[in-house]
């Protein structure tokens, strides 16, 4: 097991990756098919068995009934509590954890699906989200690489790829076949879903534009042509957004390293709404951002900082695009902010952020005076990267090396592998709204597809 460290708040720790090998070993001994491996023996002191057996030679050698009977009770008396116990617990070298770690490979299976190859050499990471539902449940993919930097972009033939599922032949399966391919002048450096209209999306660039985009399907035909359409592009001295969202269906926000959020309408024309600086104390540069709302926005910074910067009501007039906002710090990691996730559990809103070491807070959104963030996820390096969640939030899921998966189930430590057969470091995951796809890369010139099978009851 992993232990980074330790820590005075509960913190909840998953194994480190085991092989496929002793997985499938441990879903043996779930089935409980195979006899018990002979420590399990010495677990249950079965060295007492060795004075029963004496005792029953005993009871062989002809010796008195009435004595017998007795040795047999005493036996029984000796062995009865060694039974119940075996009864209650048919396996006693499997412990929990490993009982619960079965159950989520069997009630959560994750298939590798489909590689897709982007034919670029020199592109290091990759950029993928989900839009709309196509088919069969399966959403269109929009995909991009992005070349290794040092400072400006000089990448004047990046692309977007706009990957359709299309329906197999025989059976249910879908194939995902790129339908389209978008110049673009410069790499991107992120991309977002319009969450309330998911064929439109945004994408911000390297040397600083912004642009919206629409997935559109002609109607009619089998054939049926796929297009995107860009309906925006506005340029900005901030540089490159780090992130992106969707704060309305109308509203964007662009997130910057320095410290800069901007909102822009996005209607007939798209326009600058307002502009918000963070102030100097939170001394780091932005990360990552995601929308909880109107006003009401989440920061993660480069040295770990997790701010909530919301709006206390009615701003005044004088000012129209310089926002006012109050900045309340969230429980701060120790290392830079890579991800956050705006989920719900048990009907409460919660971000989760995850930092470069694997370490996951949720943060519960109900507290607006101070942020506990009681509940604490270590994932095992180097598992670190990105991360991805289910919708209720107890599914974590994380980009391994050589196309992998691992998988970890917050209520009870639960752990699970995909095997993967990519080269590579996965730096990139998204998963789809419906929780059944996930997306990882990029690994070489590939995308990894993998198909998520949720087979429990509920
Ligand atoms: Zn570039």
Known sequence: ???????????????????????????DNCTGTDPPPPSADVATETQEKQNAAT???????????????????????????????ELSQPTPLLDEQETSQCALQEQLQVHTYQN???????????????????TNNAPVLVATTVAPHDDWCEHMEQQLKLFVPQRMSHGSFVAY??????????????LCTNEFNKNIFAGATMDGE???????????GIDSSVEIKQ???VSSTQGAAVALDWV???????????????????????????EYSVPTSVGAELTTMLSLGLDDIVLGTSCGGVYRCWSPGRQPACDRTSKQLQLLPLRKHRFTVSTLLKTEMDGHQIVVSC??????????????????????????????????????ANIIYCPSNDGALEYYRVSDGAHAHVKGALRGRGNLICISDNGCWLITGLYGNEFQIFYIENNSSD
């Open 1 to 27: 097991m992993d232990v980074l460290s330790h820590y005075s708040s509960p913190v909840i720790e998953f194994p480190a990756s085991q092989p496929l090998e002793k997985q499938n070993a441990l879903v």
């Open 55 to 85: 005792q029953t030679e005993q009871f062989c050698s002809s010796q008195s009934a009435k004595y017998d009977e007795r040795a047999l009770a005493k036996w029984l008396r000796q062995i009865c509590p060694q039974v119940e116990q």
């Open 116 to 134: 897709l190859s982007m034919a670029s050499i020199e592109n290091s990471q990759g950029l993928a989200i989900w839009l709309s539902v196509h």
């Open 177 to 190: 076949t790129e339908a389209k391919a978008l110049p673009l002048k410069s790499c991107l450096r992120s």
């Open 210 to 220: 912004l642009f919206v985009w629409l997935y559109e399907q002609a109607r009619g």
């Open 231 to 233: 309906l925006h592009s």
């Open 248 to 274: 309305t269906e109308q509203r964007l926000l662009a997130c910057y390293a320095n410290g800069t959020v901007l909102q822009w309408m996005v209607t007939k024309q798209m326009t600058l709404d307002w």
């Open 355 to 392: 930092d470069l070491s694997g370490q996951a807070y949720y943060h519960d959104m109900r507290h607006e005076e101070e942020d506990t963030a009681q509940l604490i996820v270590q994932i095992p390096l180097p598992f670190k990267n990105a991360i991805a969640c289910s919708r209720d």
